[in-house]
T-cell receptor, first 113, second 114 residues
Framework: NAGVTQTPKFRILKIGQSMTLQCTQD?????MYWYRQDPGMGLKLIYY???????DKGEVPNGYNVSRSTTEDFPLRLELAAPSQTSVYFC????????????FGDGTRLSIL | DQQVKQNSPSLSVQEGRISILNCDYT??????FLWYKKYPAEGPTFLIS?????DKNEDGRFTVFLNKSAKHLSLHIVPSQPGDSAVYFC?????????????FGKGTLLTVNP
């Protein structure tokens, strides 16, 4: 049972480059989320989606874009990478009921140099 | 403005003893609380949760207590085992709206010594 799968696990980018972090889930969850975790900090919400075609900003959306064309996939795009985006990125999904926890992928460690 | 606070960055306990991890929150709209456990190079794993209509929830060795008046919750692990060594995150959310966004604390690193 795969759960939430994130690719790549590691990536080094140069300033100004762009890339897409992939996230897919096989649990048929409608709700999906992207978080970033900086060293010594908690997870902060970047974007979330409550279903295919519906996305909304979280706490720290600047410099990122998302799309949700299918229930399974929720890619996160960095258009112009900046050093401040060096972080570990986690994707999560959950059912649409209030007492359901979010399930996380293993993260993508991204360094911008 | 940190709405969920874990004031102890680290905690060390002996195997077999009790581990108590604490969490405070400031947002009175929060009505559902979760604890996640995270090992290095892995994603957070859901551990246990509690709704604001309860003051205690147990699952095996793990018990979460909620004190709404003090806006405080704690996770008790009894007995502690070396495999419990991990970072523990407290998270909270409000049922208002329908997105169930989580607000996380900074985490507490628990080390259980054999």
């Amino acid at each position: 049972n795969a759960g939430v799968t994130q690719t790549p696990k590691f990536r080094i980018l140069k300033i100004g480059q762009s890339m897409t972090l992939q996230c897919t889930q096989d649990m048929n969850h409608n709700y999906m989320y992207w978080y970033r975790q900086d060293p010594g900090m908690g997870l902060k919400l970047i974007y979330y989606s409550v279903g295919a075609g519906i996305t909304d900003k979280g706490e720290v959306p600047n410099g990122y874009n998302v799309s949700r064309s299918t229930t399974e996939d929720f890619p996160l795009r960095l258009e112009l990478a900046a050093p401040s985006q060096t972080s570990v990125y986690f994707c999560a999904s959950s059912r649409e009921y209030s007492n359901q926890p979010q399930h996380f992928g293993d993260g993508t460690r991204l360094s911008i140099l | 403005d940190q709405q969920v606070k874990q004031n102890s960055p680290s905690l060390s306990v002996q195997e077999g003893r009790i581990s108590i991890l604490n969490c405070d929150y400031t947002n009175s709209m929060f009505d559902y609380f979760l604890w996640y456990k995270k090992y290095p190079a892995e994603g957070p794993t859901f551990l246990i949760s509690i709704s604001s209509i309860k003051d205690k929830n147990e699952d095996g060795r793990f018990t979460v207590f909620l004190n709404k008046s003090a806006k405080h919750l704690s996770l008790h692990i009894v007995p502690s085992q070396p495999g419990d060594s991990a970072v523990y995150f407290c998270a909270a959310r409000s049922s208002r709206g329908s997105n169930y966004k989580l607000t996380f604390g900074k985490g507490t690193l628990l080390t259980v010594n054999p």
